[in-house]
T-cell receptor, first 112, second 115 residues
Framework: AQSVTQLGSHVSVSEGALVLLRCNYSSSVPPYLFWYVQYPNQGLQLLLKYTSAATLVKGINGFEAEFKKSETSFHLTKPSAHMSDAAEYFCAVSGNDYKLSFGAGTTVTVRA | GAVVSQHPSRVICKSGTSVKIECRSLDFQATTMFWYRQFPKQSLMLMATSNEGSKATYEQGVEKDKFLINHASLTLSTLTVTSAHPEDSSFYIC???????????FGPGTRLTVT
């Protein structure tokens, strides 16, 4: 079974500041890990994914995440926040069956 | 490429009626589609896995007789909420897995309100 825990339900950052969203996973098999973004009343958009290749994964919109097996973490970062980054972010994990287990989500607000 | 659509985007129905939601992969074939439910301010919960040409598999706690899933073709899966009640009001999101890949593509969601 797989699960993820997102630390912090809400993160507020200033425009131009670092965005850091935390995700820890639990998996009985080598995990596939994902970060998704959701804007209000919309579906999910994939930011990036880890599938056992490089541990540092670069995604869209300047986001990146690092897979750390020793810490069972897959934290998401962006060096400089933009107003358009305000959204809900979900970390997710799956095994070989492709079934996604999502974290509770983190709401990001960006202050001008 | 890899676009998934859902129809309708919003639906309001009366308690006791049934509602059908369609999920289509527009530019690729999807042997597997997933249905998720999202309550306000909460995360997505997997309801069921839909495989083309076979019966859907439901997650624990999801009533298969209430949430009927049909995956009749490689581009279409439908979710029918039967005898809907106000507690079924939610945001229903589907995703489609490419037959040749390992990434899910999500639809825009359907907002169901049962009055």
């Amino acid at each position: 079974a797989q699960s993820v825990t997102q630390l912090g339900s809400h993160v507020s950052v200033s425009e131009g500041a670092l965005v850091l969203l935390r995700c820890n996973y639990s998996s009985s098999v080598p995990p596939y890990l994902f970060w998704y973004v959701q804007y209000p009343n919309q579906g999910l958009q994939l930011l990036l994914k880890y599938t056992s290749a490089a541990t540092l994964v670069k995604g869209i919109n300047g986001f990146e995440a690092e897979f750390k097996k020793s810490e069972t973490s897959f934290h998401l970062t962006k060096p400089s926040a933009h107003m358009s980054d305000a959204a809900e972010y979900f970390c997710a994990v799956s095994g070989n069956d492709y079934k996604l287990s999502f974290g509770a989500g983190t709401t990001v607000t960006v202050r001008a | 490429g890899a676009v998934v659509s859902q129809h309708p985007s919003r639906v309001i129905c009366k308690s006791g009626t049934s509602v059908k939601i369609e999920c289509r992969s527009l530019d690729f074939q999807a042997t597997t589609m997933f249905w998720y439910r999202q309550f306000p301010k909460q995360s997505l919960m997997l309801m069921a896995t839909s495989n083309e040409g076979s019966k859907a598999t439901y997650e624990q706690g999801v009533e298969k007789d209430k949430f009927l899933i049909n995956h009749a073709s490689l581009t279409l899966s439908t979710l029918t909420v039967t005898s809907a009640h106000p507690e079924d009001s939610s945001f229903y999101i589907c995703s489609a897995l490419k037959a040749t890949g390992d990434e899910q593509y999500f639809g825009p969601g359907t907002r169901l309100t049962v009055t």
